[in-house]
């Protein structure tokens, strides 16, 4: 319940083993009604929504079986770029991307999260905020997509590499 609007959200939620998710935490979610309240006061420098997700694995086939195959994620781009740390997988799910870093090796197959990047609509903004309630963030650097800032969080992440990225 929304303390707020007092409006009630339900849904249900699926933790699935290890042994499915070759050793990512993961849970499904099915809404059944209700929805996220809208935000009273819109600050640009506040997180809008998840941008990425990414995995490193040592076995990129057996991944795109489990993600494609299994869960129905629409393999969106799948190429090796060496400098980026080998074979690129790129998953679409709704308005978010699984980012895979591929690099086979002939141990047990696992999957590891790697980190996390974060939409901001005003990347200045949200550093300077960041800087100014002392966490540790990098200066603000255009990002390897075209018409992208970015920036690290280095600190109060709980060791998820952080980043924030801004469209433009």
């Known amino acids: 319940k929304d303390e707020d609007s007092r409006k009630i959200r339900t849904?249900?939620?699926?933790?699935?083993?290890?042994s499915l998710t070759r050793g990512i935490f993961t849970?499904?979610?099915?809404?059944?009604?209700?929805?996220?309240?809208?935000?009273?006061?819109?600050?640009?420098?506040?997180?809008?929504?998840?941008?990425?997700?990414?995995?490193?694995t040592n076995d990129p086939e057996g991944l795109i079986s489990l993600y494609r195959d299994t869960y129905g994620i629409r393999l969106a781009l799948d190429q090796t770029v060496e400098k980026w740390g080998g074979r690129m997988l790129f998953f679409r799910l709704?308005?978010?991307t699984l980012e895979i870093i591929g690099k086979e090796d002939n141990k047990e197959p696992?999957?590891?999260?790697?980190?996390?990047?974060w939409v901001v609509k005003d990347i200045k903004a949200t550093y300077d905020r960041l800087i100014s309630e002392d966490l540790?963030?990098?200066?603000?650097?255009?990002?390897?997509k075209p018409n992208t800032l970015v920036s690290t969080v280095k600190s109060h992440t709980c060791n998820i590499p952080t980043l924030l990225i801004q469209h433009l």
Do not use: C, M, Y
């Not at 849904?11 to 290890?18: G, I, R, T, V």
């Not at 696992?110 to 990047?117: E, I, K, P, V």
């Open 136 to 144: 540790e963030v990098s200066e603000v650097i255009d990002g390897r």
């Open 11 to 18: 849904w249900k939620n699926l933790f699935l083993p290890f």
């Open 27 to 56: 849970f499904l979610i099915q809404h059944e009604e209700g929805s996220l309240p809208t935000h009273k006061e819109k600050i640009d420098s506040q997180v809008n929504r998840l941008d990425h997700v990414v995995i490193n």
């Open 94 to 96: 709704n308005h978010t």
């Open 110 to 117: 696992q999957d590891s999260l790697w980190g996390l990047a």
